[in-house]
């Protein structure tokens, strides 16, 4: 079976993937927050509004993917999920290039940024491969001292990136409003 992206607030979904969160996403994402209560987590990406997929296979959910607005015209996007990740990180890859990040430019949008941990490189790897400028190192960002780096999209790097994207090969990919 391919993989499922649903869009919309899943709580218990959200859950389900906090709960079984890969130990690198864990890391990254507690480290700047105020608890690691995965509830909590799902709670607070659940807060953040529609603009949010789950990734499903075999009827499983194995990953979050969205954005949420953080000020006019900047928004703030996330992904995160099992040690299940590799078997939909292609799928979602395809969704942010050719859907999320198309979307959101047309509503008015000129930068949607993330933070990533120093040490989770393969999200900053996945990250650049999307065509995400990287800042300088943010030492001493998260709350014990790591260094973080901001890695975002301009307007022009998101057209630039949907131009590429029309290459990528199709896959099984199903997209369903929850």
Not at 3 to 30: N, S
Not at 60 to 74: D, E, F, L, Q, W
Not at 132 to 140: E, T, Y
Not at 152 to 170: F, G, I, K, M, Y
């Amino acid at each position: 079976m391919g993989v499922v992206l649903k869009q919309g607030i899943d709580l218990l979904a959200l859950a389900l993937v906090t709960r079984k969160m890969r130990q690198a996403d864990q890391d990254e994402i507690y480290n700047l927050g105020w608890d690691e209560d995965p509830d909590a987590l799902a709670a607070r990406t659940a807060a953040g509004g529609p603009f949010q997929w789950i990734a499903w296979k075999d009827g499983v959910p194995i990953a979050s993917i969205g954005a949420h607005a953080n000020r006019p015209h900047v928004w703030t996007c996330w992904a995160f999920g099992t040690d299940r990740w590799n078997e939909v990180v292609f799928s979602l890859t395809k969704h942010a290039v050719r859907h999320m990040m198309p979307a959101l430019t047309e509503t008015g949008v000129h930068r949607v940024q993330c933070h990533a941990s120093a040490k989770h490189t393969r999200a900053r790897e996945w990250l650049m491969r999307m065509g995400a400028k990287q800042s300088d190192p943010l030492d001493f960002y998260g709350k014990n001292g790591q260094t973080y780096f901001c890695y975002w999209w301009d307007r022009q790097s998101v057209e630039s990136n949907l131009r590429l994207a029309r290459h990528l090969p199709a896959n099984n990919v199903s997209h369903r409003q929850t």
